[in-house]
């Protein structure tokens, strides 16, 4: 849900990783975009509520979003990936159509309200996801060249072992392509699991260098955590 409250901050010109999207090159915008990347169990999600309840008590319009909230497209997202297994090449293609509604028709016009758009992943973990299944980088950067640019990324990095025994404490059951079993990797689930979580890591560490995310220490306690990412994302509201 998008507040009301805002800040006003200077106007700017859209940024894009890419190409971008020409018939918006000229818009200019106010708001900001803070992006926290990391795996499910890293405690994402649950950071972005207590920030959300932070800037909105602070005066800020926030909007929340993340993967698979396309109006469009979610439903056909969660349908195709009952049909198992899903080409590595469909996915990201059905993962970049997501993408591009939700950028066009939920986060652009947040940021033209001077909202801040919070968003529970972004295109780093799609990008992870497909290089690891094989995908040159090149192609899916190219494919997200339209996707704006962030203004902060976080990336909560959580040790494998730790990260399996947090997500088998809430549920009983792996997710198929969050533990990477569509990838062959082990007969073993939880090999399968770590594995696949060290080839991402891996990846983000690489994307790290690249496009400036910066890591945050996920194996810390919840309060720990909180207060680093808030202070971070304080200092950068403060500067501007």
Same mark, same amino acid.
């Given at each position: ?15 894009? &990783? *890419?190409? *971008? ?21 890293? =405690? ?21 979003? =993340? ?75 190219? !494919? ?31 997710? &198929?392509?969050?533990?990477? $079993? ?22 983000? $560490?690489? !994307?790290?260098?690249? &496009? =400036?995310?910066?890591?945050?220490? *996920? ?16 200092? &950068?509201?403060?500067?501007?």
């Amino acid at each position: 849900m998008v507040s009301r409250r805002t800040r006003k901050a200077p106007a700017r010109p859209l940024e894009f &990783y *890419g190409e *971008g999207i020409p018939y918006l090159k000229d818009l200019d915008i106010r708001g900001r975009l803070i992006v926290i990347e990391g795996p499910d169990g890293s =405690g994402r999600s649950t950071q972005i509520d207590m920030i959300i309840s932070k800037l909105e008590a602070d005066g800020h319009g926030v909007l929340n979003t =993340g993967l698979k909230r396309s109006d469009l497209i979610k439903e056909g997202i969660l349908q195709a990936k009952q049909m198992l297994p899903l080409g590595k090449r469909t996915l990201a293609l059905f993962y970049a159509a997501d993408f591009a509604d939700q950028l066009e028709h939920k986060i652009i016009p947040a940021l033209e309200a001077g909202e801040i758009v919070l968003a529970d992943r972004y295109i780093f973990t799609l990008i992870a996801r497909s290089t690891v299944r094989g995908i040159r980088t090149k192609w899916s950067e190219d !494919l997200f060249g339209f996707a704006l640019k962030a203004d902060l990324v976080f990336y909560l990095d959580v040790d494998p072992n730790e990260l399996f025994h947090r997500v088998v404490q809430k549920s009983p059951s792996l997710d &198929y392509y969050e533990s990477g $079993a569509d990838m062959d990797l082990s007969d073993d689930l939880f090999s399968t699991f770590i594995t696949y979580q060290q080839r991402m890591a891996r990846e983000f $560490a690489t !994307l790290a260098k690249k &496009y =400036g995310l910066v890591r945050i220490d *996920g194996n810390r306690s919840i309060p720990e955590v909180h207060i680093d990412l808030q202070q971070r994302i304080d200092r &950068y509201l403060a500067s501007i």
